[in-house]
T-cell receptor, first 111, second 111 residues
Framework: EDQVTQSPEALRLQEGESSSLNCSYT??????LFWYRQDPGKGPEFLFT???AGEEKEKERLKATLTKKESFLHITAPKPEDSATYLC????????????FGKGTKLSVKP | DTEVTQTPKHLVMGMTNKKSLKCEQH?????MYWYKQKAKKPPELMFV???????INESVPSRFSPECPNSSLLNLHLHALQPEDSALYLC??????????FGSGTRLTVV
C-alpha cells in the first residue's frame, strides 16, 4: 500500500535555529515527491518537486533532498514567517494524477 | 495567470440547501481535482477530472456532485449535506505529471 509518513508532527524552533523535516514514503513506482507549505485556513502553496534519488532543490531558506526511501526539507536560519504546516505528497506510478499526502509537520518559529 | 480561483471563500448552508462551489484556472492544465480537508488533517482526494472527464471518484457520497463544464472550470454541487461535511474544500489543477496548483479553498459550514 502506498504510504507517506512525516515526522515530527510538530516542531518548535527559535529564530535562526536550523533543522530538518522528514518525509518517508512507500510507493509503487515514484512519479514525483512534492513539498507544500500551508498556512491556517489557506490552500497549500507549492514549494518543490523532486523526481529521482539524489535530486536537490533550493528556495531561499529551504532545501529539499530525496533518497529512495525519504525526503528531507532543511530549513536554514528560520524566521517567524516560516511558521506553517509543511506537507509532503507523492504521486505513485500508475496514478491518474492524484497525490497521496502525509499528515504534515507543524513548524513554529519563535522570535 | 498562475492561479486557481475558488468561490465563494466561505459558505454556510443548511442541511436542506443546494449550493455550488466553483473553481477556475487559466493555466492550460488538463487535470483538475477536488480535495476535502478537515482541521489538522491532510487533504483527502474526492474527485479527479482528466481532459474534462471524471477519472476518479473516491467513493464520495452522492450528495456531492462534481461537474467539469470545460477545461478551465470545475464545479462541486452540494445537496442535503450533513454537519460532518463541514470542512475546507480545495480545488487544484496540474499538468500531467506535474505538481498541483491549489486554490485558497472554500470554508464550508453545514448547520
Amino acid at each position: 500500500e502506498d504510504q507517506v509518513t512525516q515526522s515530527p508532527e510538530a516542531l518548535r524552533l527559535q529564530e535562526g535555529e536550523s533543522s530538518s523535516l522528514n518525509c518517508s514514503y512507500t510507493v509503487s513506482g515514484l512519479r514525483g515527491l512534492f513539498w507544500y507549505r500551508q498556512d491556517p485556513g489557506k490552500g497549500p502553496e507549492f514549494l518543490f518537486t523532486l523526481y529521482s534519488a539524489g535530486e536537490e532543490k533550493e528556495k531561499e531558506r529551504l532545501k529539499a533532498t530525496l533518497t529512495k526511501k525519504e525526503s528531507f526539507l532543511h530549513i536554514t536560519a528560520p524566521k517567524p514567517e516560516d511558521s506553517a504546516t509543511y506537507l509532503c505528497a507523492v504521486r505513485p506510478g500508475g496514478s491518474q494524477g492524484n497525490l497521496i499526502f502525509g499528515k504534515g509537520t507543524k513548524l513554529s518559529v519563535k522570535p | 495567470d498562475t492561479e486557481v480561483t475558488q468561490t465563494p471563500k466561505h459558505l454556510v448552508m443548511g442541511m436542506t440547501n443546494k449550493k455550488s462551489l466553483k473553481c477556475e484556472q487559466h493555466m492550460g492544465h488538463r487535470a483538475m481535482y477536488w480535495y476535502k480537508q478537515k482541521a489538522k488533517k491532510p487533504p483527502e482526494l474526492m474527485f479527479v477530472y482528466s481532459y474534462e472527464k471524471l477519472s476518479i471518484n473516491e467513493s464520495v457520497p452522492s450528495r456531492f456532485s462534481p461537474e467539469c463544464p470545460n477545461s478551465s472550470l470545475l464545479n462541486l454541487h452540494l445537496h442535503a449535506l450533513q454537519p460532518e461535511d463541514s470542512a475546507l474544500y480545495l480545488c487544484a489543477s496540474s499538468h500531467q505529471g506535474g505538481g498541483y496548483t491549489f486554490g485558497s479553498g472554500t470554508r464550508l459550514t453545514v448547520v
